[in-house]
Nanobody
Framework: QVQLVESGGGSVQAGGSLRLACTFSGDMSQTNFMGWFRQISEQEREGIASMFTRNTDAYYADSVKGRFIISRDDAKKTVYLQMNSLKPEDSGMYLC???????????????????WGQGTQVTVSS
């Protein structure tokens, strides 16, 4: 059974940085993407960044390109999201996800991810 556990959230002033971490365990063989989403509403999750786990291809929402970096350390079984130049509009609950995405442009579609963590809160003050 796949388990994802996030850490690293917190409160920071605008312009600051945070690094989120997602530690994964279990059989990941049925997944090929791992990413980060932000909870927009009770039903909606916004794709922030995701990466293909078979290589280093990474994908980002336009709103975070040039500011956020997703990376993976397989030895530590951890996926990171380095968040720089944070803005108040980046605030929210960030969730780690893993799933099988058959077409890379669909990376941001939350319903293609079947494993989710509990989330970690990010608050950016102006």
């Amino acid at each position: 059974q796949v388990q994802l556990v996030e850490s690293g959230g917190g409160s920071v002033q605008a312009g600051g940085s945070l690094r989120l971490a997602c530690t994964f365990s279990g059989d990941m063989s049925q997944t090929n993407f791992m990413g980060w989403f932000r909870q927009i509403s009770e039903q909606e999750r916004e794709g922030i960044a995701s990466m293909f786990t078979r290589n280093t291809d990474a994908y980002y929402a336009d709103s975070v390109k040039g500011r956020f970096i997703i990376s993976r350390d397989d030895a530590k079984k951890t996926v990171y999201l380095q968040m720089n130049s944070l803005k108040p509009e980046d605030s929210g609950m960030y969730l780690c996800a893993a799933g099988r995405v058959s077409y890379s442009p669909w990376w941001h579609q939350a319903h293609r991810y079947n494993y989710w963590g509990q989330g970690t809160q990010v608050t950016v003050s102006s």
